[in-house]
């Protein structure tokens, strides 16, 4: 397929390369110059705006950093819509508010642009490996033909529903995870200041109930204390930002969520965005007296 692809950062980056690995022909833009660089020797084209890479594409995928993004980027003066040529397919991975993703597949489906929210979870490091988990809303009919791109990115590929309904399981996901990390890092810090070996008793919780795919790995990282970012803080303070705004939209309660969505906000304003969101357990070290 011809390809394009706008939002070339530590996600989008190692997945377009997939693609570009995969044999299909890249049209790319990027703001910063320099994300371009590893591009050069893949065939890709380079274009001069999101509208020209529109126009020589079939699928134009985006991943950038919020809503108002990818309003500009979609719909914006020299966006994707004001190059589209009929079908194409606007694929968004970004994280953003599923009432926006709506209103934005609304807007192209009235420029006759089909559209798929498609936001991912995994990381930098899934990124990288391609064994991203890929949650996707929008019209089966779309997502077929995408699919064998998503093939190329991830592992686990699920059409959830229709317009917004990727976003809604990525806040699902965030919720989970978020509360996933405060609740490690919590035990981690309540067994060191009882006198216990938190690593002794991660091992006695991983073969019971308590067993999670974030005691298992992220468990670990806080052991060897290795905040470096596969998904920062600020991100994943951002994330539970939509998860709370959209909360307060249907009036629903979300104590845990919004407890967690409050300590990534401690975490940040407290000068540990850049690091991992692991790093949950420096602050509440921090807060206990010290690491």
């Known amino acids: 397929m011809n390809v394009g692809f706008i939002g070339l950062g530590l996600m989008g980056r190692p997945l377009a390369l997939h693609l570009a690995a995969a044999g299909h022909a890249l049209h790319l833009w990027?703001?910063?110059p320099t994300s371009l660089?590893?591009?050069k020797g893949t065939g890709a084209r380079v274009h001069t705006s999101a509208a020209a890479v529109a126009g020589h594409s079939e699928v134009v995928i985006t991943m950038v950093a919020d809503a108002p993004d990818v309003r500009e980027v979609t719909l914006g003066e020299n966006g994707i819509a004001a190059g589209?040529?009929?079908?194409l397919i606007v694929v968004d991975m970004s994280t953003i508010n599923p009432n926006a993703a709506r209103e934005i597949g609304a807007a192209l489906a009235a420029r006759g642009i089909e559209f798929l929210d498609a936001p991912v979870s995994g990381g930098q490091v899934g990124a990288i490996g391609a064994t991203l988990t890929i949650m996707v809303g929008g019209r089966p009919e779309a997502f077929e033909q995408v699919k064998p791109l998503f093939e190329k990115m991830g592992k686990s590929i699920t059409l959830v529903g229709a317009s917004g309904a990727g976003q809604v399981a990525k806040a699902c996901n965030q919720i989970l995870t978020g509360v996933g990390i405060l609740a490690v890092a919590e035990a981690f810090d309540f067994a060191a200041k009882s006198g216990v070996d938190p690593a002794r008793v991660r091992a006695a919780l991983l073969g019971g109930f308590a067993y999670s795919k974030i005691l298992e790995?992220?468990?670990q990282r806080m052991l060897?204390?290795?905040?470096?970012?596969?998904?920062?803080?600020?991100m994943?303070?951002?994330?539970?930002r939509i998860v709370m705004e959209e909360a307060h939209r249907l009036g629903l309660m979300l104590p845990a969520a919004a407890a967690t969505a409050q300590m990534f906000n401690a975490l940040v304003g407290s000068g540990l965005g850049e690091e991992?969101?692991?790093?949950?357990?420096?602050?509440?070290?921090r807060l206990s007296g010290g690491e």
């Open 30 to 32: 990027a703001r910063r």
């Open 37 to 39: 660089e590893p591009f």
């Open 84 to 87: 589209a040529k009929p079908g």
């Open 217 to 219: 790995n992220h468990g």
């Open 224 to 234: 060897d204390r290795n905040f470096r970012p596969g998904f920062k803080a600020w």
């Open 236 to 240: 994943h303070q951002k994330d539970l």
């Open 276 to 285: 991992d969101s692991i790093a949950a357990l420096k602050l509440l070290e």
